[in-house]
């Protein structure tokens, strides 16, 4: 989903970088809380994670390229904040080492999966762990799992929309939308089975480091007491 250079035009490549500075400062200051010293080292492993995941690209057409995300992942393992700032550091690498998106376009591209990839997943996520709250930490790889798949088009969504506003390339707008959403649907499915392995994977380990999980109780087994007969 990486935006090449002159793929928008000035005015709407410049309001995406402000919106994009905008948010890393703002993660900047709130990841504090999300990071600690035990999951510190975790959130240096989702970036690498994400960056090998997102550097297997595939050309979608339009002019761009499809592949994983990692945003949801990295939110329900090291908190929104800390996702953002991940998904910044691998975006702004792959811009400036492997020419994986144009420098005049990161800012579009960390608003594109740095903040509504990570954040349309994250509030997904909570939506249904607000619902499926009694169940435990045993269903947080399911909820980020969906939370992921959903993460994937609504950012797809996100991009045509910018194109919509200031769009350069000739490009119909039906059949931008069209083609967007229906790989980054396919790609979805895979973001969903990956974020759900890879979360589970710790949750069945190490649940403490899993910030999604935080504040999740186990279920308790349904106790029988039986008293003795007078």
Do not use: K
């Amino acid at each position: 989903m990486h935006v090449p250079d002159g793929f928008l035009d000035a005015p709407t490549s410049l309001a995406t970088a402000v919106v994009a500075a905008s948010g890393v400062a703002l993660a900047l200051r709130r990841a504090r809380a999300e990071l600690d010293d035990r999951t510190a080292p975790l959130a240096g492993l989702v970036a690498v994670f994400v960056f090998a995941a997102q550097m297997l690209n595939f050309p979608v057409g339009a002019g761009t390229s499809g592949h994983l995300l990692g945003g949801t992942l990295a939110a329900v393992l090291v908190g929104p904040w800390t996702a953002t700032l991940c998904l910044t550091v691998v975006l702004t690498v792959q811009a400036l080492l492997f020419a994986d998106g144009g420098i005049t376009a990161l800012g579009t591209n960390v608003t594109l999966m740095g903040v509504v990839g990570v954040w349309s997943g994250w509030l997904v996520f909570v939506g249904l762990r607000r619902v499926l709250r009694s169940a435990g930490p045993s269903a947080v790889p399911a909820m980020a799992g969906v939370a992921g798949f959903l993460s994937v088009p609504a950012t797809a969504l996100a991009f045509t929309a910018l194109y919509a506003v200031g769009g350069r390339a000739p490009i119909p707008l039906d059949t931008l939308v069209a083609t967007m959403l229906g790989w980054h649907t396919l790609i979805g499915v895979g973001e969903g089975v990956i974020t759900l392995l890879a979360v589970g994977s710790i949750i069945a380990t190490r649940p403490d480091l899993v910030h999604g999980a935080r504040g999740l109780t186990a279920a308790r087994p349904l106790e029988i007491r039986t008293g003795a007969a007078a």
